[in-house]
């Protein structure tokens, strides 16, 4: 780790575990990770779109997002993001 980083959500199903990473340099990193197929569908596009968005309207421009997603519809996925970012201290 390079920064300030914090965690949120669980392991249930249609949840997601999101780690957040302040980073210097590099941009905007997201991952999105499927948990395991049986859980339920993912859509990375949506989690990725609203993960970014997020970071956006934070304006936060420095970070690596890693989110563990176990059928977690998009809002979800947000949510979970911005509890990380605020346990972090980031913001």
Do not use: N, Q, Y
Not at 31 to 48: H, Q, R
Not at 79 to 89: L, V
């Amino acid at each position: 780790m390079t920064g300030r980083s914090g965690m949120a959500g669980t392991d249930s199903k249609v949840d997601a575990e999101v780690e957040f990473e302040e980073t210097s340099g590099g941009g905007v990193e997201v991952f999105i990770v499927p948990a395991a197929p049986e859980e339920g569908s993912t859509d990375g596009e949506a989690i990725d779109a609203a993960v970014r968005e997020l970071l956006a309207d934070m304006e936060i421009t420095e970070c690596k997002v890693t989110v563990r997603d176990h059928g977690a519809p998009g809002w979800v996925a947000r949510a979970r993001a911005e509890t990380a970012i605020k346990r972090s201290g980031v913001r």
